[in-house]
Every structure is written in C-alpha cells, then in structure tokens.
C-alpha cells in the first residue's frame, strides 16, 4: 500500500494516519528524550541539546540544574563557571552566552517564567521554532510538532509532504494528523529515526513500515541485515515488531547511546 503517484490528498492522509498507529505500537517508549522537571530545565536543555547528544546533555544538566535553579540564576552566572560546567556538551562558549541572555530576557520581560505562548518563546534568546515547539509539548502540554532533522527526513521518506522549509514542513504534516497527537507523533518519529530509519543506512528489511513507506528499499531489505542496524535498548523488541527473529540482533550492535 505504499503512495503511488496518484494517490489523493485522502489516501495520504489515511496512510500518514495509519504510519502514526503503527508507530505508537513500534514505540510505547516515546518521550521527550531531554532529562527535565520544569519549562526552565527543558529550555536549558534543548539549548545545550545543539550539536549534542541527548545523552551527554543528561549527565550535564542534574549539576547544572541544581546550581541553577531559576532565570535569575542564569541571569547572574559567573560566565567561566557556566562554561566549564557545560563544556561537555560542544559550543559550550556560544551556549554559555544563550543560557545568561535567556536568564537576562526572562527576569526582564517576564518575572523569570518561561512564557508558554510560541509568539512569546520564539522571541527569546537561544529558542527558536523548534524548541519553542519543544518546550510547549512537553512542559505546557500545549500540542506541537518538532521538526528535526529526524522528522524531516522520515517524512519525506514517507512522502508526507515535498517541503522542505520546516515550518511549511509542521504546517503540511501537522494538517494530516489530530492536533492532540502532534507532540507524541513527534516523539515517534525522532524516536523511528534515531532507532530504525537513519539517514544513510535505514533499517527497511527490519522496520515496522514497510507497507507503507515509499522509501523502502532506500536501506538493506534483508531482514538479516538490516536487523544489525536497529539501535537503542529496545531492538530486540523492535525486531519482533517488526516480525523479524530477535535472536539476529547482535549484542554488540545495541549501542546504549543512540545519536
Ligand atoms: S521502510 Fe526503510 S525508509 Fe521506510 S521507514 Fe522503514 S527504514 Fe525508513
């Protein structure tokens, strides 16, 4: 049932619709991947999440966090300590000047609280539309779609959409999909894309979507192949999902970071 040429606006959403209900049964463990406990952490965080592993970003933020506590904190930092503590994450002295702009900006215009309005968030140093959307989904439970560069390339893959600008990208995915759903939908498809379906070398034969994705093929179809690329601590369950014997998932093909 992958899109053919002529498939209507309707066949695309019907298939966008039923890639969202497989992928909620692929990946009953989607969250947002970033260690957090208030919108404050969470902004903190996909700002130090830029060129960095979610990963590496929780080992930093439980120090960072707690000597840090509110905008305030940020606002006020001593920027060599800031710098050290998060060097660890990459671009740390550019980081370091976002995290005390932020800090500045919040305590100015907004008594130190991190606003949940996107007009508002996007107007903050070091947020732009994809951590806005981030921040709204996760710590406002206001539904948003993060386009990444995960998402952006699984559903071109799927021929959801042919933009390419990723905010006509949110528009044209977020349309074919219930808005209460954008933010786990999200998750999914990060999570797809971090596990499954890489950039160069997707797992096609061991994915749980190979009747739907236009893309198939893109990858190793032979389950035995692709099976050794599926990532992250669930690719045993993964490989069943996906109908493929789990006992072809080498050990040492599980890395516990997946990028
Ligand atoms: S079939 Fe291949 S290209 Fe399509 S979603 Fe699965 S891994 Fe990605």
């Avoid at 298939?15 to 991947?33: F, K, M, N, Q, S």
């Avoid at 700002?47 to 592993?53: D, E, F, K, R, V």
């Amino acid at each position: 049932m992958t899109r053919s040429a002529n498939e209507t606006e309707l066949g695309r959403k019907r298939r966008a619709r039923r890639i969202g209900r497989v992928l909620t049964e692929t990946h009953p463990d989607a969250h947002c991947e970033l260690d957090h406990s208030n919108p404050l952490e969470l902004a903190v965080a996909t700002i130090l999440s830029a060129q960095c592993t979610d990963k590496k970003v929780n080992e930093v933020t439980p120090k960072l966090f707690a000597r840090y506590p509110s905008a305030v904190d940020y606002a006020g930092a001593d920027r060599t300590e800031l710098e050290e503590l998060i060097r660890p994450t990459g671009f740390y002295r550019n980081k370091t000047d976002s995290l005390i702009k932020l800090g500045r900006a919040l305590v100015e215009r907004y008594d130190g609280q991190v606003p949940g309005r996107l007009t508002e968030l996007v107007t903050l140093p070091g947020i732009g539309r994809k951590t806005a959307n981030v921040i709204l989904g996760n710590a406002f439970d206001v539904p948003g779609i993060t386009v990444d560069t995960h998402f952006q390339r699984l559903v071109g893959r799927w021929g959801l959409t042919t933009e390419t600008d990723p905010v006509k990208i949110e528009h044209a995915v977020g349309a074919l999909y219930e808005r209460r759903d954008w933010t786990m939908l999200s998750h999914r498809i990060i999570f797809h894309g971090r596990r499954v379906c890489h950039a160069r070398k997707p797992a096609c034969g061991a994915c749980t979507l190979t009747k739907l994705c236009p893309a198939y093929g893109t990858g190793p179809t032979d389950p035995a192949l692709a099976v050794k690329l599926l990532k992250g601590p669930r690719a045993r369950d993964l490989a069943v999902a996906a109908g493929v014997d789990p006992d072809l998932v080498p050990p040492a093909a599980v890395p516990a970071e997946v990028p």
